[in-house]
């Protein structure tokens, strides 16, 4: 059984672990951008990513100041193997690039809970640049997110319709 994880440990452990998940992010929104099927959804990606690269840099930056650097640990490990996974199929067939995207949005939904933790933590340490940078990332991750939902939904339906109409034409 591993000790429980206290004080400025545990914040280190928390930067590490939303610095791996944001490389996640970086790297599979990369990787599906380039191989979703769905342009709308392609595009949310394409833009949402130059705000995840901001973002990873600023954790970098401001975990830098904790010690962590973005170590993968059991979670993070997780959903990174995930990530990897279902985006190398994406280019198979459009259900595989729906599961891709809707890892993808996990990720996104993860580091809510992160940016969270980061701004009450903040503001109990009375740290106005962490407080500052974590609600801009809670912020940025939440409208990204939101939009990720609405054109997964928007896949879905596109997904269902072609598969309906497919199996109509051939009865």
């Known amino acids: 059984m591993s000790e429980a994880k206290v004080g400025e440990e545990f914040i280190k452990h928390e930067f590490d672990e939303a610095i791996a998940i944001q490389r996640t992010i970086v790297d599979g929104g990369e990787q599906l951008a380039a191989a979703h099927p769905f342009p709308d959804a392609k595009?949310?990606?394409?833009?949402?990513?130059?705000?995840?690269?901001?973002?990873?840099?600023?954790?970098?930056?401001?975990?830098k100041e904790h010690g962590a650097t973005g170590t993968v640990e059991d979670v993070a490990g997780g959903l990174k193997k995930l990530m990897e996974e279902t985006a190398q199929k994406a280019t198979e067939a459009e259900s595989e690039a729906y599961e891709a995207h809707a890892v993808l949005l996990n990720l996104k939904r993860k580091q809510q809970d992160s940016a969270m933790a980061m701004l009450k933590i903040a503001r109990a340490q009375k740290d106005t640049e962490?407080?500052?940078?974590?609600?801009?990332?809670?912020?940025?991750?939440?409208?990204?997110?939101?939009?990720?939902?609405?054109?997964?939904?928007?896949?879905?339906v596109q997904i269902a319709t072609e598969n309906g109409q497919a199996q109509a034409r051939r009865s």
């Open 43 to 63: 595009k949310a990606i394409d833009q949402g990513l130059k705000q995840d690269r901001q973002f990873l840099a600023q954790l970098e930056k401001l975990g």
């Open 130 to 156: 962490l407080r500052d940078a974590a609600q801009e990332f809670q912020k940025g991750t939440k409208e990204s997110a939101n939009e990720l939902a609405d054109q997964l939904a928007a896949f879905a």
